[in-house]
């Protein structure tokens, strides 16, 4: 009997196997448990309607994010805005967005520009609001310094966008390592414009932890260079304007 009901394809026989392959899989660790509607995680969270490259996807409020309420006090002269995923992260490929955003691995990425009110350039660019997981580790217990790279890159990305630069690309990157980062913790990475000469630009930035008393985990420097083909755009546009 067992056997007509498997080559017939029996569908309450195919469910119960299916289910009972991933309960044994969830339960070894090779397979996540699936997020709840009380995890605070951003699971693949999708680029809104309008996608332009440096947008506005809504305007920081303290409660928004379990990290940022922890952050230094905002003064009246300054805010954030949360940025829209820039457009090169929409491919199902890219490294962050495609693959690592996701439960144990990076619960949480938003970034955020400052923004002077009295519309003064700032030197301090964007801010990232980051969940680590507890499945990115190199030591056991410690993310590993490769993430904290690639989140350091990518946040620096971010800057550039929110300059108003088309398209930039890292010439560098120098990590110093200053304390190792428990897994799952919650991560702020600030990004500073040290300099713009012509079609460099010079970033400094910080990993820290709020939660800990502002913590310094790294602290990093980087060149990006502006593409000849962008940087002409961007100097016959503003000719033009």
Not at 121 to 142: M, Y
Request: aromatic share 10%; glycine share 6%.
């Amino acid at each position: 009997m067992f056997q007509n009901l498997f080559k017939r394809g029996h569908p309450f026989i195919w469910r119960n196997v299916v289910t009972a392959l991933v309960t044994a899989a969830t339960v070894s660790g090779f397979v996540p448990p699936p997020a709840t509607a009380t995890d605070d995680v951003s699971f693949r969270y999708q680029q809104p309607q309008s996608h332009f490259r440096t947008g506005i996807a809504s305007v920081f409020k303290p409660r928004q994010t379990c990290c940022l309420q922890h952050q230094m006090q905002v003064d009246d002269s300054y805010y954030y805005e949360r940025m829209n995923h820039p457009a090169r992260t929409l491919s199902e490929n890219h490294v962050i967005f495609g693959h690592l955003l996701q439960p144990n691995l990076l619960e949480r990425y938003h970034v955020y520009k400052r923004i002077n009110k009295d519309n003064t350039p700032s030197q301090e660019i964007v801010l990232a609001d980051i969940k680590l997981g507890e499945r990115l580790n190199g030591h056991e217990g410690v993310v590993h310094g490769g993430v904290l790279a690639l989140l350091l890159d990518d946040t620096m990305g971010y800057s550039f966008e929110a300059l108003g630069v088309k398209h930039a690309v890292t010439a560098n990157l120098h990590i110093d390592y200053r304390l190792p980062v428990p897994a799952g913790t919650l991560i702020v990475i600030k990004v500073y414009l040290k300099e713009r000469v012509g079609r460099k630009l010079y970033f400094e930035s910080q990993v820290t932890c709020p939660k800990d008393g502002n913590k310094v985990y790294a602290e990093a420097t980087s060149l990006f260079i502006i593409p000849r083909e962008f940087y002409q755009e961007d100097a016959e546009q503003e000719v033009a304007a």
